[in-house]
């Protein structure tokens, strides 16, 4: 018999490729980087394999990878920061990684304060558990590492402890790397990265009139 994939993982592979896909198209993937996931149930998670164009993926590129297991062949060298956060947060549908210029360039220049604290911004509406633009909201900073065990128990640790605003983002920056972004489901985490680019856009421009 047949081994079919069941149909949260059909979907969650749709997800995948569509979150992949909508990132090529805004310029936030380039050269293969970036990396999507999108959980099956409470023990699997649909994620993208390593150094593939995440602009034209197909099944074939998806990874179904066991939360509690070892990391698959061909996962992506960020795959554990996908994992524990899944094991982590019942509440995390989906997760969408990518490398937009206006997140690298923040978070590095941010990285001495820990943090980008977004205040008085319409589009912070857009963020999952934001209600006013008069609310602050922070966006934690790590500090890029190619070691992401260490990097993963940093993140995790954080995001267990109160935040420095009102509220917490849903998402983290990279310090001259990139952005997560993550959401109950695939289309609000790809929502909540789109409103965190452009909120990143705003304040670098915001910044650059005031100076
Ligand atoms: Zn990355």
Known sequence: MLDMPQ???VRAIADVIAMG????SRHWVP????????????????MTRSGVDKGRLDAGDILIQPLGAPL???SSAEAALHVTLYQTRPDVGAVFHAHSVSAAALGRACLPEGAVIL????????????????????????ANDQDIAALSH???????????ADL???????????????????????RNYEA????????????????
């Open 21 to 24: 896909a909508f990132a090529a």
């Open 7 to 9: 149909p949260a993982a």
């Open 72 to 74: 698959l062949q061909g």
């Open 168 to 190: 917490r983002a849903p998402g983290y920056l990279l310090a001259g790397h990139g952005l997560y972004a993550f959401g109950a489901t695939a289309a609000e985490a790809t």
């Open 119 to 142: 205040q008085g911004w319409e589009l912070q509406k857009a963020l999952s558990g934001v209600e006013s633009h008069e609310q602050s909201v922070e966006v934690p900073i790590f």
């Open 196 to 211: 965190l680019d452009a909120l990143f856009q705003q304040l670098i421009t915001f910044r650059s009139l005031s100076a």
């Open 31 to 46: 050269a293969t980087s970036g990396n999507f996931s999108a959980r099956i149930d409470e023990a699997t998670a649909a």
């Open 154 to 164: 940093r993140v995790l640790d954080r995001l267990a402890q109160p935040p420095s």
